[in-house]
């Protein structure tokens, strides 16, 4: 540029041209930014329209798929109801042949309809002949009916008798042996591995023979022991039943009845007589249990037999009762440790007054009140045996029962009103005494009430003369007083001995062993009464202990006793073993003589032990 020249008018120019230009450019800037924001607005509103145009097609490609498979469920529903009418129509063509030829079938069963109508009718003319024959076939039938239960009851009657008199042929005492199978505490503290092996404490040495035999192998010798029955190990609880049931029978007959086990500890008595240990309440249910030993079988076995019995003519009353250190103990009363002694009663008959007696009317209450019992008897660990029992368990069942009617007392008859007179005027005394001279000259016979039993009203006399009692008025004197029945009172006496065992090998000290001494002497005195009664000695030693003084009834004779020997078959019991067996022999050797029958408890009888109610006095309830 020249020298000299103004050069401020160019520039402002030039700067009002710049800032225009800026000026120009921020607003076209503007004009962008707020085209760009359009466009943003813009694109956001396309994408939510393209996300709402994916999701309508997504709509209706699964509507799309919807209706194909609805369309094709119609095809295929299409196709079957084609088929179902094609077979509609087969049937509907089938039912029109049938509807053809119906009315000609219908035809025809009406005429064999009328066929089987004349027919019948004819066998019923000819049947109807004959039912007076018929008529006359169940009289005679009848008549025989009558007969056959006459003798039915004959013969029922003869075989209590025979049942009686094969109880009586058997022994007063039978004694019968269990051989308990092989346990794993037999083995003594040896291998597991070892058990029943040769040579070992539980080598087998007890074998079962059969049903009478039982052989006791040892390397010395070999003893055989001969008893009414013996139990194989495999053999069941109702195995030991089944020998035992008939003696129920015979206490409904009148017979008291004892059943004991004994045996050493550990041999299996109170499996035996009550079930297994495995079970607290003894199996105590409606059904019978495979595991359920004599108590509660017997009891079952009792009420089963009680319920053919009329109604109301049998109760039952259960006691328990455990005999321990030489002390009897109540375990249904409240205070077990009360002292009870056995009173001889005037007719040599012994009891405890002050036992208690719960009156039962079915097995689950007798094994209510055994279980209880149980839960107050004393148990013990020992080393022969877990749960070994500390005392002797009495469980008695006392049957209350009618006594025969050669046994009931009449009450006195009501005597005849003497001043009385009937509706018609005549003195009570006067008409029984015309009623009694007209049976004697007419040779009838007329109740009270003008009734005859040999012929009827209007009936004639030995001299043919006409007698009639129509017009007679009738009285009815007062009825006489209900008979008084006799009771008879029988005993169940089932007994879970404890064992009896070798205080060396149970290893117990201090009250168990005062316990285990008078177990042992107990069951002592039991072996030296047996003996006693086997030797015919004119004493036994019965008080020599409470267990045989409150068992004497039923060792002495006034009981049949089933004595059930518990044998363990391991060598290392072979002494207790002898010793239980050798017991058996002594009690079959006992001959006691005829059971006697109960009687009412004051009843005295004439003519020998055997005639019960031939004479004396009874006394009545």
Request: with cysteine; aromatic share 4%.
């Amino acid at each position: 540029m020249p020298l000299g020249i103004d050069r401020t008018d160019f520039l402002n120019e030039k700067n009002k041209r710049l800032e225009r230009e800026l000026r120009t450019r921020d607003e076209r800037i503007a004009s962008l930014e707020t085209e760009n924001a359009m466009l943003y607005l813009k694109l956001a509103q396309l994408r939510s329209n393209l996300q709402y145009s994916r999701e309508e097609v997504s709509g209706f490609q699964s509507q799309y798929e919807s209706e194909t498979k609805f369309r094709q469920n119609v095809i295929d529903s299409a196709l079957r109801f084609k088929q179902e009418l094609e077979s509609i129509k087969r049937k509907m063509a089938s039912l029109q042949r049938v509807a053809v030829d119906l009315p000609i079938q219908f035809q025809n069963d009406i005429k064999h309809a009328n066929t089987v109508v004349q027919r019948h009718r004819h066998m019923f003319v000819s049947q109807t002949s004959n039912l007076t024959t018929m008529q006359d076939q169940l009289s005679n039938l009848q008549e025989a009916l009558n007969d056959i239960t006459d003798r039915h009851a004959k013969e029922k009657k003869r075989r209590q008798e025979l049942h009686n008199l094969l109880m009586e042929l058997r022994g007063n005492i039978r004694v019968h042996c269990r051989v308990r199978p092989l346990m794993d505490f037999d083995r003594g503290g040896e291998d597991s591995r070892m058990l029943g092996g040769s040579g070992t404490k539980s080598e087998v040495v007890v074998h079962y023979m059969d049903d009478e035999n039982v052989c006791v192998r040892t390397t010395k010798h070999n003893k055989v022991f001969e008893y009414e029955r013996v139990y194989s190990p495999a053999e069941a609880q109702d195995s030991v039943f089944d020998e035992v049931s008939p003696m129920l029978t015979s206490l409904l007959d009148g017979y008291n009845i004892c059943i004991m086990a004994y045996g050493q500890t550990g041999s299996g008595k109170t499996h035996t007589m009550l079930g297994s240990h495995k079970n607290e309440d003894y199996h105590l249910r409606m059904e019978p249990h495979k595991d359920e030993g004599v108590i509660p079988r017997a009891a079952r076995e009792l009420f089963r037999l009680i319920s053919e019995k009329p109604d109301g003519k049998i109760s039952v009353e259960v006691s328990v009762v455990e005999i321990y250190n030489n002390d009897i103990q109540d375990l249904l009363s409240g205070d077990p440790h009360a002292k009870h002694d056995v009173i001889t009663g005037p007719d040599g008959s012994l009891s405890i007054p002050t036992l208690t007696s719960k009156k039962v009317k079915k097995i689950q209450d007798v094994m209510s009140f055994v279980q209880y019992g149980l839960r107050m008897r004393r148990e013990a660990s020992t080393m022969v045996h877990e749960h070994s029992s500390r005392s002797h368990l009495i469980v008695t069942l006392t049957v209350n029962s009618q006594a025969p009617s050669f046994l009931t007392k009449p009450s006195a008859p009501s005597p005849i009103p003497e001043n009385e007179t009937d509706p018609s005027g005549i003195p009570y005394a006067v008409r029984a005494a015309l009623l009694s001279h007209i049976a004697n000259v007419s040779g009838r016979r007329f109740e009270t009430s003008g009734r005859s039993r040999t012929a009827p009203p209007g009936g004639r006399d030995r001299r043919g003369r006409s007698v009639s009692l129509m017009s007679t008025p009738s009285f009815e004197p007062p009825a006489p007083a209900p008979l008084n029945h006799a009771i008879i009172k029988t005993k169940l006496q089932l007994v879970d001995l404890a064992g009896s065992e070798c205080v060396g090998m149970s290893g117990v000290t201090g009250a168990a062993l005062r316990e285990a001494s008078h177990i042992n002497k107990s069951l002592s005195a039991l072996a030296d009464v047996l003996g006693a009664l086997a030797e015919n000695r004119p004493h036994v030693p019965y008080r020599n202990s409470r267990l045989t003084h409150f068992l004497q009834d039923s060792i002495g004779g006034n009981a049949k006793l089933l004595v059930l020997l518990c044998v363990a078959p391991a060598q290392r019991y072979i002494t207790e073993t002898t010793q239980c067996l050798g017991f058996g022999q002594r009690a079959r050797q006992v001959q006691r003589g005829p059971t006697k029958r109960r009687l009412p408890s004051s009843a005295e009888k004439v003519g020998g032990p055997d005639r019960p109610g031939s004479g004396g006095k009874v006394s009545f309830r």
